[in-house]
């Protein structure tokens, strides 16, 4: 399982087979996702608490309008507050030694009220096992998952910054979703790999070749995720193993703080004017569209926010659509 700040994607491995990671591509709605293998890490919660749109299902058309009118709480991004707080004295000279930093100060989300973000993790958690389940059973028999389901060994994925106390929190959210029990058993069934490491295995499994006993050859692994920009180096030895050859870089920095400070740009830019309450729109068409086609700096960007009719020039909006420099 790969918790990402924005999307999440679940993959099995075969038993009895030459290993070969086998990622799930059908999800409950997934009509509505195109068929990616990602789908979204949200959860939406009704007014009791309980989850009523999660994961591919929270891409349903007129979902937003759902959630107002029923009054339903929208917990994303949520993987950020399982980050290592700065709570002691010397935080953050201790973790520039594990290569973490880049802290923000731009407000991450909340938690919906009353939840706590294991809580959270565990329902999103539950989720993804019960397509895990759909998915093995659909493709080869109940009998299958039947036969496994006391056995099977999860492998997640975190960003490489995080150490024991971010483990800790994600196995016990393992434990609340009833993927393991709670014995030293079930906890040996959960294994954790950097995202350093995972992005490694998956170039390598997708053609990155490199020559081995050449002192000068190694590869930069850069994941650019959704909350943490992991830079990892590794050096591939003569018997075909690799080893780390620098301190592995966490940096959180990831896509969602390039728009939270969008949004916090645009409120500033428009609190005092008639645009005030389109900057939730604009921050989204920011975040869906304009963020993907940015490529250089010299280059304006126009984001489409309000109707045709409207314009202001001194805020370079014409036709409804904002321009903003590069």
């Given at each position: 399982?790969?918790f990402?700040?924005?999307?999440?994607?679940?993959?099995?491995?075969?038993?009895?087979?030459?290993?070969?990671?086998l990622?799930?591509?059908?999800?409950?709605?997934?009509?509505?996702?195109?068929?990616?293998?990602?789908?979204?890490?949200?959860?939406?919660y009704?007014?009791?608490?309980?989850?009523?749109?999660?994961?591919?299902?929270t891409?349903?058309?007129?979902?937003?309008?759902?959630a107002?009118?029923?009054?339903?709480?929208?917990a994303?991004?949520?993987?950020?507050?399982?980050?290592?707080?700065?709570?002691?004295?010397g935080?953050?000279?201790?973790?520039?030694?594990?290569?973490?930093?880049?802290?923000?100060?731009?407000?991450?989300?909340?938690?919906?009220?009353?939840?706590?973000?294991?809580?959270?993790?565990?329902?999103y958690?539950?989720?993804?096992?019960?397509?895990?389940?759909?998915?093995?059973?659909?493709?080869?028999?109940?009998?299958?998952?039947?036969?496994?389901?006391?056995?099977?060994?999860?492998?997640l994925?975190?960003?490489?910054?995080?150490?024991?106390?971010?483990?800790?929190?994600?196995?016990?959210?393992?434990?609340?979703?009833?993927?393991?029990?709670?014995?030293?058993?079930?906890?040996?069934?959960?294994?954790?790999?950097?995202?350093?490491?995972?992005?490694?295995?998956?170039?390598?499994?997708?053609?990155?070749?490199?020559?081995?006993?050449?002192?000068?050859?190694?590869?930069?692994?850069?994941?650019?995720?959704?909350?943490?920009?992991?830079?990892?180096?590794?050096?591939?030895?003569?018997?075909?193993?690799?080893?780390?050859?620098?301190?592995?870089?966490?940096?959180?920095?990831?896509?969602?703080?390039?728009?939270?400070?969008a949004?916090?740009?645009?409120?500033?830019?428009?609190s005092?004017?008639?645009?005030?309450?389109d900057?939730?729109?604009?921050?989204?068409?920011?975040?869906?569209?304009?963020?993907?086609?940015?490529?250089?700096?010299d280059?304006?960007?126009?984001?489409?926010?309000?109707?045709?009719?409207?314009?202001?020039?001194?805020?370079?909006?014409?036709?409804?659509?904002?321009?903003?420099?590069?």
């Open positions: 399982m790969a990402a700040t924005l999307e999440s994607v679940l993959s099995i491995l075969d038993p009895g087979k030459v290993p070969e990671i990622p799930v591509t059908r999800y409950p709605s997934q009509d509505r996702s195109g068929g990616d293998i990602k789908i979204p890490t949200i959860i939406y009704d007014k009791a608490g309980k989850p009523c749109a999660t994961g591919a299902e891409l349903a058309e007129g979902i937003e309008e759902d107002e009118d029923n009054g339903w709480t929208k994303q991004w949520f993987k950020l507050h399982v980050r290592p707080q700065p709570k002691l004295k935080f953050l000279n201790r973790y520039s030694r594990h290569g973490l930093s880049g802290f923000s100060p731009v407000t991450i989300p909340p938690l919906p009220l009353g939840k706590t973000v294991v809580q959270v993790y565990a329902d958690m539950r989720y993804l096992d019960e397509c895990a389940k759909m998915h093995i059973e659909e493709t080869h028999g109940e009998h299958v998952w039947s036969s496994l389901k006391d056995d099977i060994m999860y492998i994925t975190h960003p490489n910054g995080w150490g024991g106390p971010e483990q800790a929190q994600m196995r016990e959210a393992a434990i609340q979703a009833d993927l393991i029990p709670d014995s030293d058993e079930g906890r040996s069934r959960i294994t954790f790999v950097t995202e350093g490491e995972a992005s490694l295995h998956f170039c390598l499994s997708n053609g990155l070749s490199i020559a081995g006993g050449n002192e000068n050859a190694g590869v930069l692994i850069v994941d650019a995720g959704g909350g943490t920009i992991d830079v990892t180096s590794y050096k591939k030895l003569k018997d075909d193993t690799f080893e780390e050859i620098a301190i592995p870089a966490c940096h959180f920095q990831g896509a969602v703080y390039v728009t939270m400070r949004k916090a740009y645009f409120k500033d830019l428009l005092q004017t008639r645009f005030r309450d900057v939730p729109t604009l921050t989204r068409r920011f975040d869906r569209t304009t963020k993907h086609v940015f490529r250089r700096n280059e304006p960007l126009r984001i489409q926010f309000a109707s045709h009719r409207e314009r202001d020039e001194d805020l370079n909006i014409r036709g409804g659509r904002i321009t903003i420099d590069g």
